[in-house]
């Protein structure tokens, strides 16, 4: 055997020895929470919860009605069984107020809820409509993006709300879906 065929074997028995390297299929991700460095072919499966997961204090620059019910508050994210969403719990002046998140890219949230029976006292809102409390319907829709050290959530919060008992407004009597209260709040939040 000449020198070319003994090299030729040789890359034949490298090449063999490479190309047997079985790929591996999973996230490939680094900032995912399911990351797998194994992983040569991404399968477009990562989950991003943990880096939206925590405790938070929260401030809300609201511009209309509702600065009263938002202004600074604590937040908890927590992960749900469905990896694509979290739990917001925000602890306003009207109590907690829990809404779902879907993650939409690794880096932002989407909030879409629809609170059907919130309870709140109509003086907060109105001054002199009293302090006994009603139920209102409140919605939230906002996109919020995380910082890239996980550690501040921020975006607009679009805030609307709509009284489903009647109240009396100095002496005149408000029919339920009547009042309807819209805001916008910028929002940020920083993990504790």
């Known amino acids: ?14 090449l063999s020895a490479t190309s047997c390297k079985k790929e591996v299929e999973g996230c ?21 919860q943990k880096r939206f997961t925590g405790e938070y204090s929260c401030v809300f620059n609201c511009s209309g009605t509702l600065a009263s019910v938002f202004q600074t508050a604590d937040m908890t994210v927590s992960d749900l069984a469905v990896k694509s969403e979290v739990n917001l719990i925000i602890q306003s002046t009207i109590g907690p107020i829990p809404v779902k998140g879907t993650i939409f890219t690794k880096d932002s949230i989407s909030i879409d809820a629809i609170l059907e029976s919130i309870e709140v006292v109509p003086d907060i809102f109105f001054p002199g409509s009293g302090t006994t409390p009603i139920l209102a319907r409140g919605t939230i829709k906002s996109k919020l993006g995380i910082s890239s050290d996980n550690k501040t959530l921020s975006g607009n919060l679009n805030l609307s709300m709509e009284n489903k008992d009647a109240v009396v407004i100095s002496g005149i009597p408000i029919p339920a879906g009547t009042l309807k209260l819209n805001d916008q709040c910028a929002f940020v939040a920083t993990k504790k």
């Open 1 to 14: 055997m000449n020198f070319k065929q003994l090299a030729f074997f040789a890359f034949l028995i490298i």
């Open 28 to 48: 490939t991700d680094t900032a995912a929470d399911n990351y797998n460095a194994d992983a040569s072919v991404s399968t477009n499966t990562c989950t991003y």
